[in-house]
């Protein structure tokens, strides 16, 4: 069984700049989160879909955050623009509908200069 | 806050012997989960206890769920140095929510 896949592997940017993450999560997983990780902490929910539609955005900064799940399969998350406290690992994890096990992906280590 | 606050913050040991790793939470939980992150790496699932459950086995992991404490243990048993990571436990009410982990390293 494939795993959870996302692209790029390293971003390094300016502040004020883009930046846009991609995440393919198992085939057939309803439910795609996307997490925050800082340096020496646990991940931090940044937003929760099932299937297209946005279950938890409630620690997402909608200001400069945002993301999408088209036809329920694959998400984009995007920066605009970055700040340097936007360093972090963002990791993109899937499970089945129902079920509270959660695979993740290898992450995006963002640097933001 | 339901996130779950791991202790100790960083443990030593020796190939073959016992490591515990303990994770406390604030308010009432549905399951408490712990994960595993090797460096660089994203987190694996280790192990899923649910609050009616008081103690879980898979392969070399115990863990144990105490809800009137609100508190968990892991107990990696003969442990290697493949098992060297950082393990995170989340509690799981509303939403999951992992706490800040625990790094292991375990020394040949």
């Known amino acids: 069984e494939a795993g959870v896949a996302q692209s790029p592997r390293y971003k390094i940017i300016e502040k004020r700049q883009s930046v846009a993450f991609w995440c393919n999560p198992i085939?057939?997983?309803?439910?795609l989160y996307w997490y925050q990780q800082i340096l020496g902490q646990g991940p931090k929910l940044l937003i929760q879909f099932q299937n297209n539609g946005v279950v938890d955005d409630s620690q997402l900064p909608k200001d400069r955050f945002s993301a999408e799940r088209l036809k329920g399969v694959d998400s984009t998350l995007k920066i605009q623009p970055a700040k340097l406290e936007d360093s972090a690992v963002y990791l993109c994890?899937?499970?089945?509908?129902?079920?509270?096990?959660?695979?993740f992906g290898s992450g995006t280590q963002l640097s933001v200069l | 806050s339901q996130q779950g606050e791991e202790d100790p913050q960083a443990l030593s040991i020796q190939e073959g012997e016992n490591a515990t790793m303990n994770c406390s939470y604030k308010?009432?939980?549905?399951?408490l989960q712990w994960y595993r992150q090797n460096s660089g790496r994203g987190l694996v699932h280790l192990i899923l206890?649910?609050?009616?459950?008081r103690e879980k086995h898979s392969g070399r992991l115990r863990v144990t769920l105490d809800t009137s404490k609100k508190s968990s243990s892991l107990l990696i048993t003969a442990s290697r140095a493949a098992d060297t990571a950082s393990y995170f436990c989340a509690t799981d009410g509303s939403k999951l929510t992992f706490g800040k982990g625990i790094t292991l390293s375990v020394r040949p």
């Open positions: 994890a899937s499970s089945e509908r129902g079920d509270e096990k959660l695979f």
């Open positions: 085939s057939g997983h309803a439910t």
């Open positions: 308010t009432s939980i549905n399951n």
């Open positions: 206890i649910r609050s009616n459950e």
